[in-house]
């Protein structure tokens, strides 16, 4: 049986969840919604992969306790413009040493030691000391970035225990508030860790929320809906190539297209 529990949300990106689930290798439920114009993309999607659970969401918060609670001590959250860029396994020393390991607050997947901001940081033995820090203090600047953030929802592994509380007291409609309300009560564990090599990278093409929103530029969800159910996918090997020059946990460029066979 699997240890981790591993739960993908999705809204309108039938497309790009597929880049996602092409790469993965451990079961995944995956807690979707979708506007009118973007059913079919998900209808195809359900077909082409049924081992996937597919979860239509009526009520966020009630579901994801649901998924939680039914699931196991580790929880693993993906966002559908994840891409998985190399291969993952429960069995890895990383796991097991998270598993045993009381200080270590996540497991990261989208976070690696080439990975720099402001030159920060230097890792030992793949391991991050984090802590909560205070706007305008000394440690701001470096901590803010990806590697301050150890409670995001994209490519992170927790432990139950940590997370569930957290999502019974506080309200929450989409994963977005999800996040906010996992990083405003991080557990009191100092360390965070990673690979070798990220396992996970996020590809910015598009925004599908509206409650954060951002400037972000690229290829509309509409265009990808309509690409994919014409028979086109994305190109894995494409986002591969280029993560091995990213400097970062995120790719802001265009997808690039393949049939499906």
Not at 85 to 98: G, K, M, T, V, W
Not at 136 to 148: K, M
Not at 194 to 205: G, H, L, R, S, V
Request: glycine share 4%; charged share 25%.
């Amino acid at each position: 049986m699997p240890e981790i529990t591993t739960i993908a949300f999705s809204r309108n990106r039938a497309c790009q969840l597929e880049l996602l689930l092409r790469g993965l290798s451990i079961p995944v439920n995956v807690l979707y919604f979708y506007d009118p114009p973007f059913k079919a993309g998900y209808d195809k999607l359900i077909k082409m992969y049924p081992s996937v659970n597919f979860v239509l969401r009526y009520d966020f918060k009630i579901q994801l306790l649901e998924l939680i609670k039914n699931g196991t001590d580790y929880i693993f959250f993906l966002v559908d413009d994840d891409v998985m860029i190399n291969p993952f396994q429960e069995n890895c020393p990383e796991f097991n040493e998270f598993k045993k390991n009381p200080d270590i607050l996540t497991l990261s997947l989208r976070m690696a030691p080439n990975y720099r901001y402001k030159n920060q940081p230097i890792l030992k033995s793949n391991k991050w000391e984090w802590r909560p820090y205070a706007k305008g203090g000394n440690l701001y600047n470096h901590r803010l970035r990806n590697w301050g953030y150890p409670m995001a929802v994209g490519g992170h592994i927790f432990k139950r225990e940590d997370i569930l509380t957290i999502i019974e007291v506080n309200d929450m409609k989409n994963p977005n508030f999800l996040e906010g309300a996992l990083w405003a009560n991080p557990p009191n564990r100092s360390l965070t860790i990673c690979f070798d090599k990220p396992k996970i990278i996020n590809n910015i093409a598009n925004q599908v929320q509206t409650d954060f929103p951002s400037h972000i530029t690229g290829i509309s969800v509409e265009e990808l809906e309509k690409r994919f159910l014409n028979g086109e996918r994305l190109s894995i090997l494409d986002i591969k190539k280029k993560a091995t020059t990213a400097k970062d946990c995120y790719l802001r460029g265009d997808y690039k297209w393949e049939y499906n066979s």
